[in-house]
């Protein structure tokens, strides 16, 4: 399962509407040790969301205590390269290129499900969780 962004900040904030049922969620996935997948790409994007958002302890206590949760992989080239190529067809830029390489990863490792608030998972043909 690949866990993005919109999952990362809903845990962190505990303003977010989402906050308890995505803790639930996580809880769960981590003590039935699904495996959690994670990659640098989302690192970036949650650590620069949450430290702009939520301030430079939550993002620390990201990269403490979250990240080393999930196994990680580092985005090679041609993932990039095909999430790029694609964000340059796409004319709304509703979806974002780490989305796309989140889509792209996923299509490749043969994974189906995102742990994600966001619904563009969704349209791309995914499941998400919680």
Known sequence: MLVDTSALFALLDRSDRDHERTGRSFRQLRDARDALIIHNYV?????????????????????????????????????????????????SRAVSLVDLVSFELMRREGIDTAFALDPDFVSAGFRTVP
């Not at 969301?49 to 939550?58: M, V």
């Not at 990240?67 to 694609?86: F, N, Y």
Request: aromatic letters at 4%; glycine letters at 4%.
């Open 43 to 91: 690192v970036v994007e949650a650590v620069a969301l949450i430290q702009r958002r939520l301030g430079a302890p939550a993002a620390v206590s990201l990269l403490r205590e979250l990240v080393p949760t999930s196994q990680m992989i580092w985005i090679d080239q041609g993932v990039h390269s095909a999430a790029a190529e694609q964000f340059s067809r796409v004319t």
